[in-house]
């Protein structure tokens, strides 16, 4: 073995490098806190008004209330699949040496999952309609509703592989031991219950008392475990050396 076989570490551990990862620690960290904020705007919303079952009532409630009408149609979840990518490559980067492999899927997953979002997403062509249309128009608004509405399978793929590769990435945190197992714990519990949730109703075809029951708990333990990464991640971006301590 040649002395420079011998000392891997010592030549990816270069002070440019870690710096690198510290820059990427906190811009991850930035876009955690960012989808925290754009998060609860969601859950504000989501007491406000009601979500059209009518291609007319859709069109109505873009006319009348746009913002509402694009948050109801998924704007601000595709937005957050997107906002997130620097969070999940910023946690690849905090597990690099300890979970490669996992969180890189993890990570693959994310934007996979932000493409399919975004690409079934029908808010901003339903607004476009909506403007455009001196009448109802039910016809093209009932087609773009068929391919991505609120709750309908078209919605629902996109969703699954993005809270996948968050899922992944609380299982890591489990077993990394850079985030601590509070974190972890509460990444798993409040991605799988929102997962639980939005597959019962996209299958109910609608929300009730017990599904609500379900995604209140499991909201709350993602937000939690979202400030609780992002809070840690800045943490890491700040730290002169990343070698000690256990960390990556």
Excluded: K
């Excluded at 932000?114 to 403007?131: E, K």
């Excluded at 992944?168 to 985030?179: D, K, N, P, Q, S």
Aim: with cysteine; glycine share 12%.
């Amino acid at each position: 073995m040649t002395q420079l076989e011998s000392r891997p570490n010592q030549l990816h551990r270069t002070p440019e490098t870690e710096a690198s990862w510290r820059r990427l620690y906190r811009a991850g960290a930035v876009a955690g806190f960012l989808a925290t904020v754009l998060l609860i705007g969601d859950i504000a919303l989501s007491g406000v008004g009601t979500v059209p079952e009518t291609a007319s009532a859709w069109l109505a409630q873009l006319r009348s209330n746009p913002w509402l009408g694009l948050r109801n149609l998924d704007l601000l979840n595709a937005s957050l699949a997107v906002v997130t990518l620097p969070l999940s490559l910023a946690i690849y980067g905090a597990h690099r040496r300890s979970e490669p492999a996992l969180t890189a899927l993890g990570v693959l997953l994310g934007a996979v999952g932000a493409a399919l979002f975004l690409g079934a997403n029908v808010a901003l062509p339903m607004l476009d309609v909506a403007d455009r249309c001196t009448q109802d128009c039910p016809a093209a608004a009932e087609a773009l509703l068929a391919r991505g509405a609120h709750g309908s399978l078209g919605a629902l793929p996109g969703f699954l592989v993005s809270e996948a590769g968050s899922l992944l990435f609380a299982w890591t945190m489990v077993r990394g031991g850079v985030f601590g197992r509070a974190t972890a714990w509460a990444g798993l519990l409040g991605t799988a219950g929102l997962i639980a949730y939005t597959v019962a109703a996209t299958a109910a075809g609608g929300t009730s008392g017990p599904l609500l029951m379900l995604a209140l708990p499991a909201g709350v333990l993602a937000l939690v475990w979202q400030v609780r990464t992002s809070l840690r991640l800045w943490a890491l971006g700040r730290r002169d050396t990343l070698g000690h301590q256990g960390l990556p």
